[in-house]
Nanobody
Framework: VQLQASGGGLVQTGGSLRLSCVAS????????MGWYRQAPGNQRELVAL???????NYADPGKGRFTISRDNAKNTVYLHMNNLKPEDTAVYYC???????????????WGQGTVVTVSS
């Protein structure tokens, strides 16, 4: 199973981006999915989470500006980011709790990261 993130880029302050992350492979099921970010010199931090039934949770920096959603049929999670600020500049990583067929245990999988740069 692999997670592939995309959608990062360079945007001006106040702009918008949509990040996508698709899980590929076979014989797995996904529980929670989420986005994290890591700015230079900082630890990785939670941005937003979404459960397999659509319940969401946001960290304070993105509340009111970011929206997480998912398409279970496509094994994809999205992060819509509006009104971006320079402090949102970071590498954004997607995460999914995945169980393989025949194994009830969930394991965290990470995407490779996509860079978001917000210019002032």
């Amino acid at each position: 199973v692999q997670l592939q993130a995309s959608g990062g880029g360079l945007v001006q302050t106040g702009g918008s981006l949509r990040l996508s992350c698709v899980a590929s492979g076979s014989g797995f099921s996904i529980n929670d999915m989420g986005w994290y970010r890591q700015a230079p010199g900082n630890q990785r931090e939670l941005v937003a989470l979404i459960t397999n039934i659509g319940r969401t949770n946001y960290a304070d920096p993105g509340k009111g500006r970011f929206t997480i959603s998912r398409d279970n049929a496509k094994n994809t999670v999205y992060l819509h980011m509006n009104n971006l600020k320079p402090e949102d500049t970071a590498v954004y990583y997607c995460n999914a709790d995945i169980a393989l067929v025949g194994d009830f245990r969930m394991y965290p999988y990470w995407g490779q990261g996509t860079v978001v740069t917000v210019s002032s």
